[in-house]
């Protein structure tokens, strides 16, 4: 068992770690990647992820679209980004309920789930809102345009120490148009907006530890607020 002086010098080795990439990775939301080496753990392996037809369960409910695995970390971050917006108020789900299909390919480790579930908050309706999009029945998907690994991340991997990121760890900005549909007295009505955003992903070898050999989402950006 670690003593409570070890585990302070620890946290204070990892608040160094993160001041020295403020000035890289500010306003980014992906401080949570750098937690310095890990220590060994034999945690039981995460389940894999479920792979059902968008907006179905095994029940047959209506539920929220789920991520489509990958070991490609370029698909994956594309996986992600179109579960991430695409969402309808009128399929008797809430906001949460999206954030845990999401949360499902986390980090297997646990070390990044609270970070990623308020990164995706920032991506959803707050419950009011949600409430009021219904009257109107919107509904939103995104089409993607382009993806690609940022010049950013190769500075902060190369600014990185050794153990410092996790296995595989890598990062991809999505850029592209959201596209909303619903009601207004009695009229269909649309709308688009042109959006932006990074996915933090690790794609590690299989091993004890990750034994399906799928990608999983560590960290989100800020919303239009990508790593470039």
């Keep these: 068992m670690k003593t409570n002086s070890a585990s302070w010098s620890r946290g204070r080795r990892i608040a160094v770690i993160a001041a020295g990439l403020v000035l890289l990775l500010i306003g980014v939301g992906a401080y949570g990647l750098i937690a310095g080496p890990r ?3 034999d945690p039981a392996p995460a389940p894999a992820p479920t792979v059902t037809v968008p907006g179905e369960s095994d029940t047959g409910r209506p539920g929220p679209p789920r991520v489509i695995p990958s070991n490609d970390p370029d698909e994956f971050a594309r996986n992600i980004a179109t579960a991430l917006f695409a969402w309808d108020t009128g399929s008797g789900l809430m906001p949460l309920d999206y954030s845990a299909a ?3 390919v986390g980090d297997p480790s646990g070390h990044e789930q ?9 991506y959803l309706p707050t419950r009011d ?4 999009l219904r009257k109107y029945a919107t509904i939103q998907h995104l089409t993607i345009d382009n993806s690609f690994v940022p010049e950013a991340w190769g500075q902060a991997v190369d600014q990185a120490q050794p153990g410092q990121l996790p296995p595989g760890a890598t990062a991809v900005t999505i850029e592209g148009t959201r596209h909303r549909e619903g009601v207004w007295n009695g009229e269909p009505v649309t709308s688009e907006h042109s959006v932006s955003f990074t996915v933090f992903l690790a794609c590690p070898p299989p091993s004890p530890q ?6 999983h989402v560590l960290r989100l950006s800020q919303l ?5």
């Excluded at 609270?114 to 920032?122: C, K, Q, V």
């Excluded at 809102?129 to 009021?132: F, K, L, N, R």
Aim: with cysteine.
């Design 39 to 41: 220590q060994p753990t």
């Design 102 to 104: 999401i949360l499902e």
């Design 114 to 122: 609270a970070g990623l579930a308020s990164d995706i908050a920032g």
């Design 129 to 132: 809102a949600w409430i009021e």
């Design 210 to 215: 990750f034994r399906t050999g799928f990608c």
């Design 224 to 228: 239009d607020n990508p790593l470039r």
